[in-house]
């Protein structure tokens, strides 16, 4: 399931419980999805994965 599609369905019941915060993400798909049930905001597509696999190690 893409992150997006799981996040969506986590917010159709997210009333139900005490603060969250939720990342989901898929690096096949190179996805992260962001939700919290306090805000007023629907699940969100963030742009975080660019060059993560690309990073050097400073020495």
Do not use: Q
């Not at 997210?14 to 939720?22: C, D, E, P, Q």
């Not at 989901?24 to 996805?31: I, Q, S, V």
């Not at 969100?44 to 400073?58: F, K, Q, S, Y």
């Amino acid at each position: 399931m893409a992150p997006m599609a799981y996040l969506r369905r986590v917010a159709d019941e997210g009333h139900r419980y005490n603060g969250f915060n939720l990342l989901a993400g898929d690096f096949t798909r190179r996805e992260l999805g962001w939700y919290g049930n306090r805000a007023d905001a629907p699940p969100a597509l963030l742009d975080a994965m660019p060059a993560c696999t690309a990073c050097p190690i400073a020495s």
